[in-house]
């Protein structure tokens, strides 16, 4: 069943795509942004126009941003909007990257814009730098003032203490002090909770969310080094020591693998949710809570015990083609699929292309139709055009439209349902 958009301004075609039903999951990896519940997209104006003065429009003039169903959230100045994100912007590829927005409306107001909750501040009285989490942003007073966070009132909170913060992520947010200037300057992290207390304290080195309520804190080469290195445990509120804690290599919502200082032979540690690291007898990729090895065109997948789930033999596998329990591998050219947790194909390596996961959802290519699947290889809906953007809760397809050099943009939701479609003219 395909849902259709309504007419698309500028084109003289009916119909849309995307299979109207329930929406998957959303889902959200350590390290994967949030998933941004409102879009960028050109504003087409009047479906009466011209072609030349809906082009003129969607190449100029204002912008607006649609929620999940197609609703206008807010019409802001695209001059405001270049300046927040760059000149490079441009309509196609507006929206895939920001969760926050500080913009004028067309109306002369400024708007501070939280992609990702849904909210529009009128004319803030303060700089606000990241969408809102555990009721607080991160802000400035003005553009010189040290960071700290907010309300949605306004109300600085910690106000003057930091050169950079991170959003709060269950109660504790990333912060970092730097002293000096160019080659002689000084940066130190810690972590503090809503009431500004230092749950570790600033030292020079790195911390990373690895999921889970944890934190790694690293060393790295060529600074200071830290004597509290290891993974701080939100929910246990403590610090797991783990000397000489070089660099997290690969972690999800389900493991992570972590390296010491020691050179070649140093040991790989495996660490579970509510677990203290333990030493692997054979170090490799993981895949879930999994471990991969790749030898001789073979990927093998084996338990974090060592008893073997599965193997596949594969010609290619990108670093970066893991997603919680799936990784993305290619046994030729043209002729790739999904790996599961249990070391075999959820998705046959049939397909043309696959793009990287994103919050739970894939793009998929066959036989020159794209369809979207989660991450047990379900299909989710087909597409009609080929998907140019995915985010965490819209696709924007691309399709050559009724008139010759046009082409249709449609953005569907989480859903499948098409709810926005505008055609852009000849360039």
Not at 302 to 326: K, M, V, W
Not at 401 to 415: M, V
């Amino acid at each position: 069943m395909f849902a259709s958009c309504s007419k698309a301004p500028g084109d003289g075609a009916q119909g849309g795509q995307g299979a109207s039903g329930a929406a998957s999951e959303v889902l959200q990896e350590p390290g994967e942004a949030p998933a941004a519940r409102l879009l960028v997209v050109p504003d087409p104006g009047p479906s009466n126009g011209s072609q030349e003065q809906i082009g003129q429009s969607i190449k100029r003039g204002p912008l607006k941003i649609i929620d999940e169903d197609g609703k206008t959230f807010a019409d802001f100045t695209r001059e405001s909007f270049m300046t927040t994100v760059g000149p490079g912007s441009f309509p196609g590829n507006l929206t895939s990257d920001n969760l926050t927005l500080d913009v004028t409306s067309t109306s002369g107001e400024r708007l501070f814009i939280d992609m990702v909750n849904k909210k529009k501040i009128v004319n803030p009285k303060i700089n606000y730098l990241s969408y809102f989490s555990d009721g607080l942003a991160t802000a400035r007073a003005d553009n010189n003032a040290p960071c700290g966070w907010a309300d949605e009132l306004g109300n600085m909170r910690m106000a003057g203490r930091f050169t950079g913060c991170g959003p709060f992520k269950d109660g504790v947010a990333i912060v970092q002090e730097t002293k000096g200037i160019s080659f002689w300057a000084k940066t130190k992290v810690g972590l503090v909770d809503t009431n500004g207390v230092e749950l570790v304290p600033l030292a020079e080195g790195s911390i990373k969310f690895i999921g889970n309520g944890r934190y790694a804190i690293t060393g790295g080469s060529g600074m200071t080094p830290r004597t509290d290195l290891g993974i701080y445990d939100l929910a246990q509120k403590r610090l797991i020591p783990l000397p000489g804690l070089k660099e997290v290599m690969w972690f999800n919502s389900s493991a992570a693998l972590l390296t010491v200082e020691g050179g070649r032979n140093s040991p790989t540690y495996y660490l579970a949710p509510s677990k203290d690291p333990v030493v692997l007898k054979v170090p490799g990729g993981l895949i879930g809570k999994n471990l991969t090895t790749y030898k001789d065109d073979k990927l093998t997948v084996t338990s974090p015990d060592g008893t073997p789930l599965g193997s596949e033999t594969i010609l290619f596998r990108a670093s970066q083609g893991a997603y919680r329990n799936t990784l993305t591998g290619e046994i030729g050219h043209g002729q790739v699929g999904i790996i599961g947790e249990g070391g075999k194909w959820i998705v046959a390596p049939e397909q043309s292309s696959i793009s990287h996961f994103t919050h739970g959802w894939a793009s998929v290519l066959k036989g020159g139709r794209w369809r979207i699947v989660d991450i047990a290889g379900r299909t989710l809906f087909e597409l009609k055009g080929e998907p140019d953007v995915l985010t965490g809760r819209f696709i924007e397809t691309i399709a050559p439209g009724s008139a010759p050099g046009t082409t249709n943009h449609e953005i569907l939701n989480r859903a499948g349902k098409c709810i926005y479609r505008y055609t852009e003219p000849p360039l």
